[in-house]
């Protein structure tokens, strides 16, 4: 049995676990909760395994050992969540430029693989930042590497064959195949950072200071991807709709959780794939964990991380009032050329600063936009004087 054969045996086991406790209305229970997390871990390990054994067949060069060679594997690993060879020819080991500007026209560029870990000696009070709940890599969405040129998804419209007479003549059926086209777009972000900082830290702050501009591209994903609006120039998210899928007045009720699962159903999207989730807000979640699903009964809505046979995930990138709904596997995000880190240390040293940047592109790629639902709470419109 081949390594993806392994995984899609897996992830078949947990839909299985899934479905069954879907089929009966119910969380899954402690063994069950065990086993999924289980399979769930061993389907990780498979994937970091895979992403080693790529990596470490595509190394291009050898790179004297540094601290700031290291960056470079910092900011890999933080950002690739997913295995290159789970995509084949959307991935690409090199996919990542390290430069460090030494001298008037001189660059170095390494491959992440080349780099030795780096173990920070002193990093003194500096605390990193709380993060958003940053749930992405959670979801099984696929994240898909170093792509160029244009990139078009395919997509089918559903057949449906009819009841003939004996001998009647069947009429032709034409396959309706369409294409989304992705439209990435630039994410940049650049740091300066004083240099007596730096020597302060014993360099620890390079470590820090690189895994910040990663953190924020996955920042920036996951608000594109849960916000209720788009976005600036970036692609609409999954759950920016013209109006919610599902209203209510007050607060959130099992009914209601119930109607988002219903209203994706409804729309022939398989929800048993195992990438369907709920997503709400840390508030949210404390609601549906103190709602009972119906009056007298010892039932809460949210329970061990579980609601109506799904799990939930938070982020506070989804509005107070929110809760979405969607099965994951229907939209996928795309990074396209180099992910471009540049230390620079001459253009800012008349301010003794060292300048981290970092540029690529990027797009989310909704597939199916029926595949996600969403509830908000009614507006109240303003009574009239």
């Not at 969380?27 to 470490?56: A, C, G, H, P, Y």
């Not at 004297?64 to 959307?90: G, M, Q, W």
């Not at 003194?124 to 078009?152: A, S």
């Not at 508030?283 to 939930?312: A, F, H, Q, W």
Request: hydrophobic share 40%; aromatic share 6%; net charge negative.
């Amino acid at each position: 049995m081949t390594k993806l054969e392994e995984v899609a045996l897996i992830k078949e086991q947990m839909r299985n676990l899934l479905s069954q406790a879907k089929t009966e209305k119910r969380s899954l229970t402690e063994d069950e909760q065990t086993k999924f997390n289980d399979l769930m871990s061993r389907k990780n390990q498979i994937v970091i395994d895979e992403t080693l054994r790529s990596l470490e067949n595509n190394k291009r060069s050898v790179l004297p050992e540094n601290k700031r060679a290291a960056f470079a594997k910092v900011l890999f690993d933080v950002c690739n969540h997913r295995s290159l060879s789970e995509y084949e020819n959307f991935a690409d080991a090199k996919g990542l430029t390290f430069s460090m500007r030494a001298g008037e026209g001189e660059t170095v560029t390494t491959n992440s693989t080349d780099a030795a870990s780096m173990i920070p000696t002193t990093i003194g009070d500096v605390i990193e930042p709380l993060e958003k709940g940053l749930i992405i890599n959670k979801l099984g969405i696929k994240m898909q590497y170093g792509l160029v040129g244009e990139l078009m998804f395919p997509t089918l419209a559903a057949v449906e064959a009819t009841i003939e007479g004996e001998n009647t003549k069947l009429n032709p059926t034409k396959l309706d195949i369409g294409n989304l086209k992705a439209s990435p777009w630039r994410v940049g972000l650049s740091i300066p950072i004083s240099n007596d900082a730096i020597d302060q830290t014993n360099d620890a702050l390079f470590d820090i200071t690189v895994k910040q501009l990663s953190l924020s591209v996955a920042r920036l994903l996951n608000k594109v991807m849960f916000a209720s609006s788009k976005q600036g120039k970036a692609s609409k998210g999954v759950f920016v709709k013209d109006s919610p899928d599902v209203e209510y007045e007050t607060a959130p009720t099992f009914e209601h959780v119930v109607a988002l699962e219903t209203a994706v159903m409804d729309e022939n999207v398989d929800v048993t794939d195992g990438t369907a989730a709920y997503i709400c807000s840390p508030k949210m979640c404390g609601k549906l964990k103190t709602t009972r699903i119906e009056k007298g009964s010892p039932e809460m809505v949210l329970k061990d991380g579980m609601m109506n046979g799904y799990p939930v995930y938070m982020t506070n990138y989804m509005g107070a009032d929110e809760i979405g709904f969607g099965v994951f596997s229907n939209v996928g995000v795309g990074q396209w050329g180099k992910i471009r880190l540049t230390v620079d240390d001459i253009s800012l040293a008349d301010t003794n600063e060292t300048k981290f940047t970092m540029n690529s592109k990027y797009d989310i790629v909704t597939a199916r936009p029926e595949a996600f639902s969403i509830a908000k709470k009614k507006t109240v419109a303003p009574a009239k004087a």
